[in-house]
């Protein structure tokens, strides 16, 4: 770390609740370790991106994908002099507060809880590291940095307009400043995310043969990395042949970052990690060639993996499995487990309740969610 935008451990705004600092680790390495110690993060295992958790072993996880997105993430950091720690935490932590199902079950959820405020997986996951893991007994919660709690809410970019409820309501105790952009090393998590699962939904569209090889050979910057592989290596055997491909796209997109990166930091010149939250626009980006190439494969990955037959007749089955789950405990609360009633004895409204409710069902894991549907629904999950 030798950037003087990097945010560095001894300049932190600190943690919501006064800790004693520990003698061995910075604060961003505690906040790490907390990350990846909580039950949510555990859970990962078993939540998907887009195929369901028991589909296949090969496909990847909410947990693996972390992983993915956190060496991406410290890849960048460490090229450009930014704080390792902080982006790892970031990147580790970015998905807590995915639901069930991939995206379909935050779709699922959001449409349950329109008339409750709505449900936001970002806002999700600041509640889970504030609030819902409770193991501490000084107070709830992971109490982690201002600075790791800032690139969780802002990695995308400034929250501004209608802000989600439960992010607002942690905003008011303790003001992340959502109106700027995130630090530099949130902004890495936040390319590192879209490098790694760019990379490996093609992957595993390729291993459940919803596209092959010849058509990724003729999509643009996928072209360039084909042709390279083909010059090397002629007669290469196919999985290897596809894998060397994917290989030099995952690298051409790092590049691509680190090389705008360096440019447009260098045109800023800022001067502090302040500076790079104040510039008015994100440091950390795809070149213009590059992010308008990459909507071509993100079209292609729309229509072709997230959009096919088997994959939207997926979508119908889990959805209805949140759709009869949800208001199952809110008009039965009692079928909730017993750590949960006790915050349900204290609800005064029925907007509490039904954010109770999606607090519970957001942490399920693919499995559970399937065995309680069965359980409390007599459903025999999906097929």
């Not at 590291?129 to 109490?143: I, K, P, Q």
Request: with cysteine.
């Amino acid at each position: 770390m030798d950037a003087v935008f990097a945010s560095r451990p001894g300049e932190t705004r600190g943690r919501l609740y006064a800790e004693e600092e520990s003698t061995f680790r910075s604060c961003f390495q505690r906040d790490r370790d907390r990350i990846i110690h909580a039950s949510a993060f555990r859970r990962l295992k078993h939540k998907t991106q887009v195929f369901i958790e028991h589909e296949g072993d090969y496909f990847r996880t909410r947990l693996t994908h972390s992983i993915e997105v956190a060496q991406v993430a410290r890849t960048i950091s460490g090229v450009l002099g930014l704080n390792a720690e902080l982006t790892e935490a970031i990147a580790l932590a970015h998905d807590l507060g995915h639901p069930p199902f991939g995206h379909t079950g935050e779709d699922a959820l959001q449409a349950l809880m329109a008339p409750y405020g709505g449900f936001d997986h970002n806002a999700q996951t600041l509640k889970i590291v504030t609030s819902l893991e409770r193991h501490y007994a000084d107070f709830d919660g992971l109490n982690l940095t201002w600075e790791t709690l800032e690139g969780i809410a802002k990695h995308n970019g400034p929250v501004t307009g209608d802000i989600p409820f439960a992010l607002a309501d942690y905003n008011a105790r303790h003001d992340l400043e959502l109106h700027t952009f995130a630090g530099a090393e949130a902004q890495v998590a936040a390319l590192a995310d879209d490098i790694a699962y760019n990379n490996h939904d093609l992957h595993d569209g390729l291993r459940a043969e919803l596209f092959d090889t010849d058509e990724l050979a003729q999509m643009p910057l996928l072209d360039v990395c084909f042709a390279k592989v083909d010059a090397l290596y002629p007669g290469l055997n196919y999985y290897k042949r596809r894998h060397e491909a994917l290989r030099r796209f995952f690298g051409l997109l790092v590049e691509d970052v680190i090389a705008q990166a360096r440019e447009r930091l260098a045109r800023l010149a800022p001067k502090s990690a302040q500076d790079v939250r104040e510039a008015g626009q994100g440091m950390i980006r795809f070149s213009d060639p590059v992010w308008r190439d990459l909507q071509v494969i993100r079209d292609f990955l729309f229509h072709r993996m997230y959009r096919a037959p088997k994959v939207v007749e997926m979508r119908a089955q889990v959805t209805a499995m949140i759709e009869d789950l949800f208001p199952l405990f809110m008009a039965d609360p009692s079928q909730l487990p017993k750590q949960w009633r006790k915050d349900v004895a204290e609800v005064r409204s029925e907007t509490e309740l039904a954010r109770i409710v999606a607090d519970y069902i957001a942490g399920m894991t693919d499995r559970f969610a399937i065995q309680e549907h069965g359980r409390l629904c007599g459903g025999k999950g999906v097929v």
